[in-house]
T-cell receptor
Framework: QKEVEQNSGPLSVPEGAIASLNCTYSDRGSQSFFWYRQYSGKSPELIMFIYSNGDKEDGRFTAQLNKASQYVSLLIRDSQPSDSATYLCAVNKAGRRALTFGSGTRLQVQP | DAGVIQSPRHEVTEMGQEVTLRCKPISGHNSLFWYRQTMMRGLELLIYFNNNVPIDDSGMPEDRFSAKMPNASFSTLKIQPSEPRDSAVYFC??????????????FGPGTRLTVT
């Protein structure tokens, strides 16, 4: 079992729809969770991070964390073609400063 | 803020040659991370430093790889000798770590390495 799992996609949504990206992790002691966006040929760019159970909203983005289910998600409202990218989920395991990344989900927003 | 700076952006070299990648972290950050990204393996941690000290190098593939951080504003990743399977994008990232908590990491633009 991978430490951080994501569906590779592609996830295709029409412009204006809500895109839902999901991630599960295996280490129950994980403490913090990050979502990065990576355009082709570019470096990962931090979108959001979340530490506590529940929802955290920032503009069109909402991160959701459920530690009991070891599940974290990212919702993108009013999806735009410019949101088309690979979204990486990353987890900060207890006692370890480095991040463990999932393999990413490719999102395609159709105009 | 200039962000994380990496050089060179692209490197093409022949098998057996030495390669040195460079990184300047964000000023004030005290943790620095080297990652490698390939299609097959995704983004994987090679090594990270905290306050210039290597903390975890378990991701370094083998003795051909070495990393140094002589001061808070500079780090190098060296591959000697290089092999075609080292071809990848190498990212440097930095963050602020305080009291055992690590905050968000910011990535540099990466170095695309091609070993022929």
């Amino acid at each position: 079992q991978k430490e951080v799992e994501q569906n590779s996609g592609p996830l295709s949504v029409p412009e204006g729809a809500i895109a839902s990206l999901n991630c599960t992790y295996s280490d129950r002691g994980s403490q913090s969770f990050f979502w990065y966006r990576q355009y082709s040929g570019k470096s990962p760019e931090l979108i959001m991070f979340i530490y506590s159970n529940g929802d955290k909203e920032d503009g069109r983005f909402t991160a959701q964390l459920n530690k009991a289910s070891q599940y974290v998600s990212l919702l993108i409202r009013d999806s735009q073609p410019s949101d088309s990218a690979t979204y990486l989920c990353a987890v900060n395991k207890a006692g370890r400063r480095a991040l463990t990344f999932g393999s990413g989900t490719r999102l395609q927003v159709q105009p | 803020d200039a962000g994380v700076i990496q050089s060179p952006r692209h490197e093409v070299t022949e098998m057996g040659q030495e390669v040195t990648l460079r990184c300047k972290p964000i000023s004030g950050h005290n943790s620095l991370f080297w990652y490698r990204q390939t299609m097959m393996r995704g983004l994987e941690l090679l090594i990270y430093f905290n306050n210039n000290v290597p903390i975890d190098d378990s991701g370094m593939p083998e003795d051909r790889f070495s990393a140094k951080m002589p001061n808070a504003s500079f780090s190098t990743l060296k591959i000697q000798p290089s092999e075609p399977r080292d071809s990848a994008v190498y990212f440097c990232a930095s963050s602020l770590t305080n009291r055992g908590l690590t905050y968000e990491q910011y990535f540099g633009p990466g170095t695309r390495l091609t070993v022929t």
